[in-house]
């Protein structure tokens, strides 16, 4: 159970204004779609806890230092279980870039993101004990980065 306390797992809700009209359009657009968001992490929690055995670790939530909740939003998320961090971007525009924040967790031993629309079906314990590496990749089977090409693979990589 100590060790639990110094783990965590993380998932990231954030958006990137830019001068480009076209850009705030989309972006505009993606806001009306937070609430969608905060439901899928609100499920993605509740599956996390549902199929925890022997840790209950902290739910880290980066959140972008442009996004805007509502004050109900934030303290429902609060009393979910949700510890929150703001996170600025990295690179302006691309959003998906701000994961690397986790990096920046550092008050923890081990840090696992998942993105908001994975919802767990078993226990991820396993994952936090048994992989004897720094750096851990599961791929999508429809990863956009392969050019839609199925593959399923889990790496490790040492990071020195």
């Given amino acids: 159970a100590a060790l639990c306390r110094t783990q965590a797992v993380t998932s990231l809700l954030t958006y990137h204004e830019t001068s480009t009209t ?14 969608t968001q905060i439901n899928l992490l609100r499920v ?29 939003s934030e303290m429902q998320l609060r009393l979910d279980g949700f510890k929150m961090v703001r996170v600025p971007p990295i690179q302006r525009g691309i959003p998906t870039t701000d994961k690397l924040h986790a990096w920046r967790l550092n008050n923890y031993s081990r840090v696992m993101f998942l993105d908001a629309d994975v919802m767990l079906l078993g226990s991820i314990d396993e994952a936090f004990t048994h992989l004897d ?3 851990t990749i599961a791929a999508h089977p429809y990863d956009t980065v392969s050019a839609s090409r199925p593959f399923t693979y889990l790496t490790s990589l040492v990071i020195s």
């Fill in 22 to 35: 076209a850009w705030k359009t989309f972006i505009a657009s993606q806001m009306k779609q937070v609430d």
């Fill in 133 to 135: 590496r720094e750096f």
């Fill in 44 to 72: 993605l929690l509740r599956s996390l806890r549902a199929h925890e055995r022997d840790c209950n670790r902290d739910f880290v939530l980066m959140l972008g230092s442009e996004m805007q909740l509502p004050l109900e």
